[in-house]
């Protein structure tokens, strides 16, 4: 084997509820890398720590590939562990991964850009109030773990009763909850490549939202890009998207979610290291716009080393 390939750590799996996908996007990832530029070792986090610790230490990685979701792989503390490693890693920094991962605290750090976002009450363990959601927010409402990616989770509460459901089933997976106004309109999202916007991808799931069942079962949800929108939607998306990823100093690649009503993006997260299974929609969007999943990866790759050199 060549000795002047980059050594590509392809980090994956994890401890997270959302390990299943990170494994589907690790071998997708794994399928494209050209192995003509990278030697590629594969890490599960879940059971391979260790020896991802001690193979940084020994100048055996070049490059980590960030191939993670949820918990453990996008709220900053795998990049932290590679800052103190010295150690390039693909996606957003230490403290944007963490802020991102926080719904409640990126939408607060996004209050100065004036985007418009729906009105949120946030709730922790014990301390949740039906009544104070029915005067502030309303029904329907939109009930998220804070800390969760992959829709995993969320519902959609039309009463006091569904409220009380959704609660319960938000905090299995985080002791603080999101509870949203349900903002009805068409849903959109942006990928951002290294400060450029991609064509924005129109979901139309077949289920109540874009869940879990409609990201990764691609019968349960049309995906369309470009998306159905005029030039004027289309321009004021992206740049709400380039904007958002710019305030909350995200790198590589990222996707910016949005519910367009009245002509006007309603931002609903970020996400610093989207899936990229065969059903996702960072690899769609940038296929339309003439990359290809070895191009898109190339120039993730490209984008990280050039930023670990700054």
Not at 29 to 55: A, G, H, P, R
Request: aromatic letters at 6%.
């Amino acid at each position: 084997m060549s000795t002047n390939k980059l050594k590509i750590a392809l980090i994956l799996g994890g401890i997270s509820n959302e390990r299943e996908i990170s494994l589907k996007t690790g071998k997708q990832i794994e399928e494209n890398l050209d192995l003509s530029k990278y030697e590629v070792n594969i890490y599960d986090t879940k059971t391979q720590l260790k020896e991802l610790f001690d193979d940084c230490l020994d100048n055996k990685i070049d490059l980590c590939f960030l191939a993670l979701h949820g918990k453990g792989g996008e709220d900053g503390t795998i990049q932290g562990m590679l800052d103190l490693l010295n150690v390039p890693y693909t996606g957003s920094s230490t403290m944007s991964s963490a802020v991102t991962m926080d719904k409640a605290m990126s939408k607060q750090a996004l209050r100065s850009l004036k985007i418009p976002l729906a009105k949120e009450l946030v709730f922790k363990k014990g301390e949740w109030n039906s009544e104070l959601v029915e005067k502030e927010i309303g029904f329907p409402c939109v009930i998220k773990p804070n800390i969760s990616g992959s829709s995993v989770g969320i519902t959609i509460a039309n009463s006091k009763e569904e409220f009380m459901t959704g609660m319960v089933e938000a905090l299995k997976h985080d002791n603080k909850v999101l509870v949203e106004e349900y903002i009805d309109g068409l849903e959109i999202t942006v990928p951002i490549l290294n400060n450029r916007a991609l064509p924005i991808i129109e979901i139309c799931p077949k289920n109540k939202f874009f869940d879990y069942e409609a990201k990764y079962i691609s019968s349960k949800c049309d995906e369309i890009v470009p998306a159905r929108i005029t030039p004027e939607q289309t321009e004021l998306a992206q740049r709400m998207a380039l904007d958002i990823h710019q305030t909350l100093n995200c790198s590589g690649l990222t996707r910016v979610d949005f519910i367009l009503k009245s002509n006007m993006p309603y931002f609903l997260e970020i996400n610093t290291l989207p899936g990229m299974t065969k059903n996702s929609l960072c690899p769609k969007s940038a296929d339309a716009d003439g990359i290809t999943f070895s191009e898109l990866l190339d120039e993730i790759i490209t984008s990280a080393l050039n930023d670990w050199r700054q």
